[in-house]
Nanobody, 121 residues
Framework: QVQLAETGGGLVQAGGSLRLSCAAS????????MGWFRQAPGKERELVAR????????YYADSVKDRFTISRDNAKNTVALQMNSLKPEDTAVYYC??????????????WGQGTQVTVSS
């Protein structure tokens, strides 16, 4: 049974930092892309960052570039999202997801339950 378990959310003041972690289990993820998504109230879910398990190439949304860093630990099967210089607009539920490359897109097959991040002004 595949499981993605996020930890590390919470309440932080603007300008502060948080580190989210996603523990992946239940299958081999070496051919997968791991993504962090977020969804704020009344808004659509959006991709924040992603990383290829093999090779480690990354992608960031413009809104978080230079503030957030995604990384993976192959030995521990975990993916982390280091979030610095947080802004109130970063407030959302953050989800970890595992996907594979499909035609012209990445299909995310597995999702975590989400963790709340709240940034106060």
């Amino acid at each position: 049974q595949v499981q993605l378990a996020e930890t590390g959310g919470g309440l932080v003041q603007a300008g502060g930092s948080l580190r989210l972690s996603c523990a992946a289990s239940g299958r081999t993820f070496s051919n997968y892309v791991m993504g962090w998504f977020r969804q704020a109230p009344g808004k659509e879910r959006e991709l924040v960052a992603r990383i290829r398990w093999i090779g480690g190439s990354t992608y960031y949304a413009d809104s978080v570039k230079d503030r957030f860093t995604i990384s993976r630990d192959n030995a521990k099967n975990t993916v982390a999202l280091q979030m610095n210089s947080l802004k109130p607009e970063d407030t959302a539920v953050y989800y970890c997801a595992a996907g594979v490359y499909a035609v012209y897109t990445i299909r995310y097959d597995y999702w975590g339950q989400g963790t709340q991040v709240t940034v106060s002004s």
